[in-house]
């Protein structure tokens, strides 16, 4: 991957004016359609506002409106900034060194967090060929049992593809009638899929899929190409960064993580910078 230094960021995006230029010409790259005169045309920036202008009517718009930075007060450089910071590191940071990082309060880089996490989901894209599934589960220890079954804990679906992406999703629970549907939704028919001896997978060749299992309860964990090391190397670091990083997370919120890691994984290995690949996710409701 590219690097991409504080240096860079601050030569390309120096000012809030400069930002609200890019996400102009991210979000409206042609003439713009005015809906006051309904008309395609160039619109021109406001002095001393950040809106812009239609050059026949003088109908106002502004590029940050039906997107994250919408009605927020902070600036743009700072959310540029906060995108920055987030993209840096592996494992992410807080919001509370956030906090410190742009001198805001904590609920307002709690916030900036939020909104920006909402922009990397699982995305469009099928899995196939050779996939592993497993589950896994968050929450605090407590006494009792543990694993499947366990009480007050939160579980989380994965599905990787071999040397490709991987997808999670936050589930009420791990039954077949659950699970089902997520993977018809996300693997395509056919592919081998790969899984330790749960017996809600045991259906899956009724589905259309190919199905392999490794006997973990048999201390077997890999037996030729029937593993599930892939799905429990993205676990590790998603378990690792959330419990070195943000400590706990809450059960309505747990969905926002897990894609934030899953993105990472996802784009590991592009050439472009991460911070240039999470910039590009920023889109207009209305676009």
Known sequence: MEKYTIQDFNRLFPDDDTCLEWLRKKLYPGKIFCPDCKKPTKFYRIKGRKV?????CGH???PTANTIFDHSPTPLKLWFYAIYLMSSTRCGISAKQLQRELGVTYKTAWRMFHQIRSMLG???GLLSGEVEMDETYFGSRKPGKRGRGAAG????FGMVQRKGNVKAIVTGDLKRTTLYP??????????????DEYYAY???PQEGYGHKRVRHAAKIYVSGDVHTNTIEG??????GGISGVYKAVGKEYLQNYVNEYAFRYNHRKDEIPMFITILDRIRSQQC
């Open 202 to 204: 045991r259906g899956l």
């Open 60 to 62: 106002q718009l502004s």
């Open 52 to 56: 812009y202008g239609c050059d026949l």
């Open 153 to 156: 804990k939160t579980s989380v």
């Open 234 to 239: 993205f676990w590790s670091l998603l378990k």
């Open 182 to 195: 997520i993977v018809k939704e996300h693997i395509l028919p056919k592919s081998m899929i790969y899984t």
């Open 122 to 124: 699982n995305g469009s």
